[in-house]
Protein backbone atom coordinates (compact mmCIF):
# COMPACT_ATOMS: atom_id res chain seq x y z
CA UNK A 1 0.00 0.00 0.00
CA UNK A 2 1.48 3.35 -1.08
CA UNK A 3 0.03 4.71 1.83
CA UNK A 4 2.27 2.71 4.15
CA UNK A 5 5.43 3.20 2.41
CA UNK A 6 5.16 6.85 2.76
CA UNK A 7 4.29 7.09 6.19
CA UNK A 8 7.31 4.37 6.82
CA UNK A 9 9.55 6.76 4.79
CA UNK A 10 8.28 9.95 6.74
CA UNK A 11 8.93 7.93 9.93
CA UNK A 12 12.18 7.43 9.02
CA UNK A 13 13.33 10.92 7.52
CA UNK A 14 11.42 12.89 11.27
CA UNK A 15 13.32 10.45 13.56
CA UNK A 16 16.96 11.58 11.21
CA UNK A 17 15.70 14.82 11.47
CA UNK A 18 14.51 15.25 15.15
CA UNK A 19 15.15 12.19 17.11
CA UNK A 20 11.85 11.13 18.33
CA UNK A 21 12.29 7.85 19.79
CA UNK A 22 9.95 5.19 21.22
CA UNK A 23 8.25 7.23 22.89
CA UNK A 24 6.51 9.76 20.51
CA UNK A 25 6.00 6.34 18.46
CA UNK A 26 3.74 4.81 20.82
CA UNK A 27 2.28 8.30 21.26
CA UNK A 28 1.44 8.23 17.58
CA UNK A 29 0.64 4.60 17.47
CA UNK A 30 -2.39 5.49 20.41
CA UNK A 31 -3.56 8.61 19.15
CA UNK A 32 -4.28 6.54 15.63
CA UNK A 33 -6.14 3.78 17.66
CA UNK A 34 -8.14 6.63 19.05
CA UNK A 35 -8.96 8.45 16.12
CA UNK A 36 -9.81 4.96 14.04
CA UNK A 37 -12.07 3.40 16.92
CA UNK A 38 -13.94 7.18 16.90
CA UNK A 39 -14.04 6.98 13.19
CA UNK A 40 -15.55 3.50 13.23
CA UNK A 41 -18.28 4.03 15.91
CA UNK A 42 -19.42 7.43 13.73
CA UNK A 43 -19.13 5.45 10.28
CA UNK A 44 -21.43 2.75 10.97
CA UNK A 45 -20.57 1.62 7.64
CA UNK A 46 -17.23 1.43 7.31
CA UNK A 47 -15.52 -1.94 6.17
CA UNK A 48 -14.13 -4.51 8.86
CA UNK A 49 -10.67 -4.71 9.38
CA UNK A 50 -8.04 -2.04 9.96
CA UNK A 51 -8.80 1.65 8.99
CA UNK A 52 -6.46 3.78 7.00
CA UNK A 53 -5.52 6.37 9.61
CA UNK A 54 -4.12 3.73 11.66
CA UNK A 55 -2.18 2.02 9.24
CA UNK A 56 -0.79 5.35 8.56
CA UNK A 57 -0.29 5.86 12.41
CA UNK A 58 1.55 2.75 12.51
CA UNK A 59 3.56 2.81 9.66
CA UNK A 60 5.30 5.96 11.36
CA UNK A 61 6.15 4.99 14.73
CA UNK A 62 7.47 1.65 11.99
CA UNK A 63 9.51 4.10 10.58
CA UNK A 64 10.84 5.80 13.42
CA UNK A 65 11.67 3.05 15.45
CA UNK A 66 13.66 1.35 12.50
CA UNK A 67 15.88 4.73 12.56
CA UNK A 68 16.34 5.26 16.21
CA UNK A 69 18.00 2.00 16.11
CA UNK A 70 20.08 2.75 13.37
CA UNK A 71 22.76 4.63 15.06
CA UNK A 72 22.99 4.53 19.35
CA UNK A 73 26.43 6.03 19.76
CA UNK A 74 27.35 8.56 22.30
CA UNK A 75 28.57 11.56 20.75
CA UNK A 76 32.12 12.08 20.99
CA UNK A 77 32.56 14.90 21.23
CA UNK A 78 30.56 15.36 24.47
CA UNK A 79 32.66 12.27 25.71
CA UNK A 80 35.32 14.52 25.75
CA UNK A 81 33.94 16.91 28.18
CA UNK A 82 32.58 14.20 30.48
CA UNK A 83 33.91 15.48 34.36
CA UNK A 84 33.79 19.02 33.13
CA UNK A 85 31.98 21.98 33.99
CA UNK A 86 29.97 23.11 30.79
CA UNK A 87 27.54 25.02 28.86
CA UNK A 88 25.39 24.75 26.17
CA UNK A 89 22.22 25.60 24.46
CA UNK A 90 19.51 23.02 24.36
CA UNK A 91 16.07 22.13 23.78
CA UNK A 92 13.78 19.80 26.30
CA UNK A 93 13.02 17.31 23.41
CA UNK A 94 10.95 14.92 25.53
CA UNK A 95 8.00 15.41 27.91
CA UNK A 96 9.41 16.29 31.45
CA UNK A 97 9.24 14.09 34.12
CA UNK A 98 7.64 15.78 37.28
CA UNK A 99 8.46 14.25 40.67
CA UNK A 100 7.46 15.89 44.03
CA UNK A 101 10.79 17.28 44.79
CA UNK A 102 12.76 17.48 41.70
CA UNK A 103 12.13 17.22 37.89
CA UNK A 104 13.79 15.42 35.11
CA UNK A 105 14.30 17.07 31.59
CA UNK A 106 15.65 15.08 28.37
CA UNK A 107 17.72 17.59 26.37
CA UNK A 108 19.45 17.66 22.88
CA UNK A 109 22.12 20.09 22.98
CA UNK A 110 22.32 22.40 19.51
CA UNK A 111 24.18 20.20 17.09
CA UNK A 112 24.72 17.19 18.93
CA UNK A 113 23.47 13.38 17.91
CA UNK A 114 22.81 12.40 21.97
CA UNK A 115 20.66 13.50 24.47
CA UNK A 116 21.58 14.75 28.09
CA UNK A 117 19.76 13.98 30.43
CA UNK A 118 18.66 16.83 33.20
CA UNK A 119 18.17 16.09 36.93
CA UNK A 120 16.94 19.64 38.08
CA UNK A 121 14.67 20.94 40.79
CA UNK A 122 11.00 21.01 40.80
CA UNK A 123 11.12 24.55 40.43
CA UNK A 124 10.96 26.97 38.14
CA UNK A 125 8.81 24.59 35.77
CA UNK A 126 9.66 23.89 31.89
CA UNK A 127 8.02 21.93 29.35
CA UNK A 128 8.57 20.40 26.12
CA UNK A 129 10.14 22.17 23.36
CA UNK A 130 11.61 25.07 25.84
CA UNK A 131 14.78 26.17 24.61
CA UNK A 132 17.04 26.70 27.15
CA UNK A 133 20.86 27.68 28.63
CA UNK A 134 22.15 24.91 30.61
CA UNK A 135 25.48 24.92 32.73
CA UNK A 136 26.59 21.79 35.10
CA UNK A 137 29.23 19.36 35.20
CA UNK A 138 28.58 16.89 32.45
CA UNK A 139 28.81 13.03 33.86
CA UNK A 140 28.04 9.90 32.60
CA UNK A 141 25.07 7.47 33.72
CA UNK A 142 25.74 4.60 36.44
CA UNK A 143 24.21 1.73 36.75
CA UNK A 144 22.60 1.07 40.76
CA UNK A 145 21.60 -1.35 42.77
CA UNK A 146 17.79 -1.84 43.48
CA UNK A 147 16.12 -2.47 46.43
CA UNK A 148 15.77 -5.96 46.01
CA UNK A 149 19.90 -6.26 45.44
CA UNK A 150 19.34 -6.66 42.28
CA UNK A 151 21.62 -4.10 39.24
CA UNK A 152 19.20 -2.23 37.13
CA UNK A 153 21.09 -1.43 34.20
CA UNK A 154 20.44 2.62 33.92
CA UNK A 155 23.02 3.26 31.53
CA UNK A 156 21.43 0.74 28.65
CA UNK A 157 17.89 1.97 29.82
CA UNK A 158 18.99 5.26 29.38
CA UNK A 159 20.96 4.66 25.88
CA UNK A 160 18.10 2.90 24.04
CA UNK A 161 16.67 6.51 23.76
CA UNK A 162 19.68 8.03 22.77
CA UNK A 163 20.44 9.72 26.22
CA UNK A 164 23.75 9.46 26.93
CA UNK A 165 24.82 11.58 29.37
CA UNK A 166 23.30 13.54 32.58
CA UNK A 167 23.95 16.44 34.50
CA UNK A 168 23.16 17.02 38.16
CA UNK A 169 21.67 19.63 39.36
CA UNK A 170 22.37 22.37 36.43
CA UNK A 171 21.88 25.58 36.50
CA UNK A 172 18.87 26.55 33.56
CA UNK A 173 18.02 29.72 31.77
CA UNK A 174 15.25 30.31 29.14
CA UNK A 175 17.30 31.70 26.25
CA UNK A 176 15.68 34.63 24.35
CA UNK A 177 14.11 33.08 21.49
CA UNK A 178 12.13 30.44 24.31
CA UNK A 179 9.10 32.80 24.50
CA UNK A 180 8.78 32.20 20.38
CA UNK A 181 6.22 29.45 20.83
CA UNK A 182 6.64 25.89 19.12
CA UNK A 183 5.97 25.40 15.74
CA UNK A 184 6.21 22.74 12.87
CA UNK A 185 6.19 19.68 14.16
CA UNK A 186 7.26 19.73 18.03
CA UNK A 187 3.99 22.18 17.58
CA UNK A 188 2.08 18.77 16.53
CA UNK A 189 3.90 16.57 19.21
CA UNK A 190 2.84 18.58 21.65
CA UNK A 191 -0.62 18.61 20.90
CA UNK A 192 -0.59 14.97 20.94
CA UNK A 193 0.89 15.08 24.77
CA UNK A 194 -1.59 17.44 25.62
CA UNK A 195 -4.29 14.80 24.08
CA UNK A 196 -2.73 12.20 25.84
CA UNK A 197 -2.73 13.85 29.75
CA UNK A 198 -6.53 14.56 28.72
CA UNK A 199 -6.89 10.91 28.72
CA UNK A 200 -5.04 10.34 32.01
CA UNK A 201 -7.11 13.14 33.47
CA UNK A 202 -10.11 10.85 32.82
CA UNK A 203 -8.82 8.38 34.39
CA UNK A 204 -7.51 9.81 37.82
CA UNK A 205 -11.42 11.42 37.90
CA UNK A 206 -13.06 7.82 37.40
CA UNK A 207 -10.27 5.56 39.01
CA UNK A 208 -8.40 6.13 42.28
CA UNK A 209 -4.96 6.22 43.42
CA UNK A 210 -2.56 4.28 42.98
CA UNK A 211 -4.71 2.34 40.78
CA UNK A 212 -5.30 5.25 38.26
CA UNK A 213 -1.30 5.98 37.68
CA UNK A 214 -0.92 2.02 37.62
CA UNK A 215 -3.05 1.99 34.24
CA UNK A 216 -1.91 5.67 33.24
CA UNK A 217 1.76 4.31 33.20
CA UNK A 218 0.99 1.02 31.37
CA UNK A 219 -0.94 2.90 28.74
CA UNK A 220 0.62 6.03 27.74
CA UNK A 221 3.89 5.45 29.90
CA UNK A 222 3.01 8.73 31.74
CA UNK A 223 5.84 9.99 33.66
CA UNK A 224 4.36 12.72 36.71
CA UNK A 225 4.70 10.66 40.06
Known amino acids: M ?28 LVSLAVSVCQGRALT ?15 FALGVLRMSFVDNSPDQNLVNLVGQKISFEAVISDEPDVRDASARYTTRPHGSKSLVLLVADRYPEF ?16 NFVSENNAEFDYISYLAKDRTH ?18 RGTRKIVS ?12 ISNVVPEPNSSLIAGMIFGAKQS
Open 165 to 182: FLIYQPKIDPTSSSSTGL
Open 2 to 29: IQFAISFSLGIVFEKIFYFGWSVALLVV
Open 45 to 59: DAPKGPSLTLIIGLA
Open 127 to 142: GYGDRIKVSGKLDLPK
Open 191 to 202: TLYSIKNIFIKN
